[in-house]
């Protein structure tokens, strides 16, 4: 009975207070490695994308004999020239196990029809890098945006872009004034990627290597912004680009033109010349949301991963656009004398000539 009123052993306020701060500190140590492992999945997941794509563009030209076409530039008769069709994914759609989705489209209609609603609206979980966060929203575009008018007219989005090369050229606006009865000749033979306007690239034309030639990259759907602009070309950039079925360039198809992850380096609107449709930097460029790169596809089936520090051609910091290179009176891109290439834009071409070792990037 003498111990009955012996008070119980517990914690002092500080003890706990200290436990608490301990916990904390543990939490707080390893929350960046559980987001890092978690990256690391989303990462080797867009890898296995990637893959996916580029044994799906072997079986494809093993069964045509070449790459797919980077657009397909249908005739819109009540415009009297042709604009843009349908892209390079849903030309290979059967070779990745969405058949359904190819047998579903009507080629025989321009593409931007009410036939293919259901073709917009289709939901490609290949073509989404998990790390992409926004890719999986859809939209209902409103009138006046490439549609019909008929509502609703949902679009699906890629994080996937093909290759044009250094530079696009906007070929598809034939007959114009001087070529009618096909795309400008001149401009064609500019494009040293492997899809762009009606393109037709077969493997024995790619003598850089299908090693050293990038087939396809990433464009992180997320970075870009879904707001009111003043400038038109750059409101509502989200909703309006990256659509996954289409061979809109900046939709479907990337130049090297500038680095990759413009919006850590650029402002947005930067150099969007005519040439290219007026699209910019931000829309046109590679891009992804995994720390210091983008994953690419080569032309062989690899799938490598690609530094932001790479070298690329220097830009003008004024005006963005690259340091030695303009548009002439016709349209065409010039080179200024002594203007190279950066490891970058070298892996972007099919035929440059370019030694590039695999220890530059």
Same mark, same amino acid.
């Not at 009123?5 to 939490?27: K, M, Y």
């Not at 994080?159 to 009865?181: E, L």
């Not at 050293?212 to 464009?219: K, L, P, V, W």
């Not at 680009?241 to 500038?258: A, K, L, P, Q, V």
């Given at each position: 009975?003498?111990?009955?009123?012996?008070?119980?052993?517990?914690?002092?306020?500080? =003890?706990?207070?200290?436990?608490?701060?301990?916990?904390?500190?543990?939490?707080?140590?390893?929350?960046?490695?559980?987001?890092?492992?978690?990256?690391?999945?989303?990462?080797?997941?867009?890898?296995?994308?990637?893959?996916?794509?580029?044994?799906?563009?072997?079986?494809? =030209?093993?069964?045509?004999?070449?790459?797919?076409?980077?657009?397909?530039?249908?005739?819109?008769?009540?415009?009297?020239?042709?604009?843009?069709?349908?892209?390079?994914?849903?030309?290979?759609?059967?070779?990745?196990?969405?058949?359904?989705?190819?047998?579903?489209?009507?080629?025989?209609?321009?593409?931007?029809?009410? =036939?293919?609603?259901?073709?917009?609206?289709?939901?490609?979980?290949?073509?989404?890098?998990?790390?992409?966060?926004?890719?999986?929203?859809?939209?209902?575009?409103?009138?006046?945006?490439?549609?019909?008018?008929?509502?609703?007219?949902?679009?699906?989005?890629?994080?996937?872009?093909?290759?044009?090369?250094? %530079?696009?050229?906007?070929?598809?606006?034939?007959?114009?004034?001087?070529?009618?009865?096909?795309?400008?000749?001149?401009?064609?033979?500019?494009?040293?990627?492997?899809? %762009?306007?009606?393109?037709?690239?077969?493997?024995?034309?790619?003598?850089?290597?299908?090693?050293?030639?990038?087939?396809?990259?990433?464009?992180?759907?997320?970075?870009?912004?879904?707001?009111?602009?003043?400038?038109?070309?750059?409101?509502?950039?989200?909703?309006?680009?990256?659509?996954?079925?289409?061979?809109?360039?900046?939709?479907?198809?990337?130049?090297?033109?500038?680095?990759?992850?413009?919006?850590?380096?650029?402002?947005?609107?930067?150099?969007?010349?005519?040439?290219?449709?007026?699209?910019?930097?931000?829309?046109?460029?590679?891009?992804?949301?995994?720390?210091?790169?983008?994953?690419?596809?080569?032309?062989?089936?690899?799938?490598?991963?690609?530094?932001?520090?790479?070298?690329?051609?220097?830009?003008?910091?004024?005006?963005?656009?690259?340091?030695?290179?303009?548009?002439?009176?016709?349209?065409?891109?010039?080179?200024?004398?002594?203007?190279?290439?950066?490891?970058?834009?070298?892996?972007?071409?099919?035929?440059?000539?370019?030694?590039?070792?695999?220890?530059?990037?």
């Amino acid at each position: 009975m003498r111990h009955a009123n012996r008070p119980r052993p517990g914690f002092t306020l500080i =003890e706990l207070l200290v436990v608490i701060a301990i916990i904390a500190v543990l939490i707080a140590l390893l929350l960046p490695a559980v987001q890092s492992a978690r990256e690391a999945a989303r990462r080797a997941q867009c890898t296995n994308n990637m893959k996916q794509l580029g044994l799906a563009l072997a079986n494809y =030209e093993s069964s045509t004999g070449s790459l797919p076409m980077g657009d397909s530039n249908d005739w819109y008769p009540e415009w009297g020239q042709h604009w843009v069709g349908h892209g390079v994914f849903l030309s290979m759609s059967q070779a990745f196990e969405q058949g359904q989705i190819y047998n579903a489209t009507n080629f025989s209609t321009p593409f931007f029809r009410d =036939e293919q609603r259901t073709v917009f609206a289709y939901a490609v979980g290949t073509l989404w890098c998990p790390s992409d966060p926004t890719v999986m929203e859809k939209f209902d575009i409103p009138d006046g945006n490439y549609v019909s008018g008929s509502h609703p007219y949902y679009v699906n989005y890629t994080s996937y872009t093909a290759n044009c090369g250094t %530079w696009f050229q906007g070929t598809r606006n034939y007959p114009d004034y001087i070529y009618s009865a096909g795309p400008n000749p001149t401009r064609v033979a500019q494009m040293n990627g492997l899809f %762009w306007n009606c393109s037709s690239v077969k493997l024995a034309s790619i003598t850089d290597g299908t090693s050293n030639t990038i087939a396809f990259g990433e464009h992180a759907h997320g970075l870009l912004k879904d707001e009111y602009n003043d400038n038109y070309d750059l409101s509502y950039e989200r909703r309006y680009w990256h659509w996954w079925c289409d061979g809109g360039f900046g939709d479907t198809m990337f130049t090297t033109m500038f680095p990759m992850n413009p919006q850590k380096k650029l402002q947005d609107g930067t150099w969007a010349d005519s040439n290219n449709g007026g699209v910019s930097a931000y829309i046109s460029s590679a891009s992804s949301f995994h720390p210091g790169g983008c994953n690419y596809a080569f032309v062989d089936g690899s799938v490598r991963f690609l530094k932001d520090s790479i070298d690329s051609w220097a830009l003008n910091p004024a005006t963005g656009q690259p340091n030695g290179l303009s548009i002439d009176g016709n349209g065409l891109y010039i080179l200024a004398p002594g203007m190279r290439f950066g490891v970058y834009q070298a892996l972007s071409t099919r035929n440059g000539g370019e030694v590039v070792s695999a220890d530059t990037y």
